[in-house]
């Protein structure tokens, strides 16, 4: 006979902005875990079960995309990539996002967020020569290394968590944060960016960049890719520092 598993309570703020009259409130769930659950599956089947009002993100399910981001017991993580064994008391909080948009209940706007910090950084490669070059010519060997510092730096998803965790983004809205300068980072090793380096720094170079950084450690402590955010930031500041 097959062995029961225990039964978890999933306490989740519930709220939809878009209601008139509504108001947020914490509602309490029960579902039985199974062997290798995560959070995402939980989410499902509570949507699929016991409740389909709920509001949740989704897409990849493998820690690829970022959507499922959401503070679970306190602290901002990715639903896809968290197993429910690692909670002994079976008891589960989630809330959404702070520091984004509702939308509703877990479901927060990171895109308008992500969009303007690709934006204020023009975050695509430029080069001022590309409209005019051959098609069918392939790109330049790149050396190994910077290639395998590129993919470090690339490992961002864009999940928002490190800006969640954040006390300087909190304090000032405009803070480019983390996920910012983890880009600037990446484009200023890109050998097939053309821009001058002195065009981050113009950017990033305030309160509202790395300098306004506290270095409370929150982006680097949440991140669920463990990027060496305080690496990059410490190195962008010394760039600047030596320039200036």
């Not at 690692?86 to 969009?115: A, C, H, Q, W, Y």
């Not at 200023?188 to 950017?203: Q, T």
Request: with cysteine; net charge negative.
């Amino acid at each position: 006979m097959e062995e029961k598993g225990r039964t978890l309570k999933i306490n989740i703020l519930r709220y939809n902005p878009q209601l008139r009259g509504d108001e947020p409130k914490m509602q309490s769930y029960e579902i039985e875990e199974a062997p290798g659950m995560t959070l995402f599956i939980v989410l499902n089947e509570i949507r699929e079960k016991q409740d389909s009002s709920l509001q949740f993100d989704f897409v990849c399910r493998a820690g690829i995309c970022g959507s499922c981001a959401m503070v679970i017991n306190g602290q901002p993580d990715l639903a896809c990539r968290t197993l429910t064994s690692k909670f002994k008391k079976g008891e589960i909080t989630l809330l959404p996002l702070p520091g984004f948009e509702l939308i509703g209940d877990l479901s927060v706007n990171t895109g308008k967020v992500m969009r303007a910090m690709s934006e204020r950084i023009e975050s695509w490669i430029h080069d001022e020569y590309a409209d005019m070059a051959d098609i069918t010519k392939l790109e330049e060997r790149m050396n190994p290394d910077t290639a395998d510092e590129i993919y470090e730096l690339e490992r961002c998803v864009e999940c928002g968590c490190c800006l969640s965790a954040c006390a300087t983004r909190r304090m000032r809205p405009d803070f480019l944060g983390a996920v910012g300068f983890m880009r600037v980072a990446r484009f200023e090793v890109d050998p097939r960016d053309k821009r001058s380096h002195d065009d981050f720094y113009e950017v990033i170079g305030d309160d509202e960049g790395v300098f306004g950084c506290m270095s409370l450690l929150g982006c680097e402590d949440f991140c669920p890719k463990d990027l060496p955010h305080q690496t990059r930031i410490a190195y962008l500041r010394r760039k600047m520092v030596k320039i200036w």
